[in-house]
């Protein structure tokens, strides 16, 4: 017999960061109301305390580059953006990991803010016959 549960966070999953990001061109993650940690993406629990006591986390509008460099050697997934910009940025204590496009690396400071763009691929079909989103986001200097 197979059992029906519902979860209260059962929208706090890696489909409904992906969701956001396709339809609302945002990053979103949790934020535990127990002990106050952030995560992104949401997990249906907090990955400090357990806690299921969640609520939904809208990053904020722009971040700042903790850490950036630029790759000139890549692996070959990455090979045609060859040279470009990775970074660190932290939103108001979500540190993420990006690619800053449409940048002069000369640009780049640490401190500097970044917003972040989204972008939503068309279907990809794999091998397998099942298609699949492809949403995709990164950095851009604020105000270029
Ligand atoms: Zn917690």
Redesign the pocket.
Known sequence: MQRHTSSPNENFTIQSFFDALRNQGILIGAL?N??G?KMLPPRPA?T??F?TELQRLQLPKSGKVISFSEVHVSSDAFSRYVPYIVAIADFDGIRIPGMIKNANVKKVRVGALVEVRTKALSKISGADGLSQDGPEYWFELAGE
Do not use: I, L, M, P
Request: proline share 0%.
């Open positions: 535990c127990r002990c940690w907090c400090k305390c806690s």
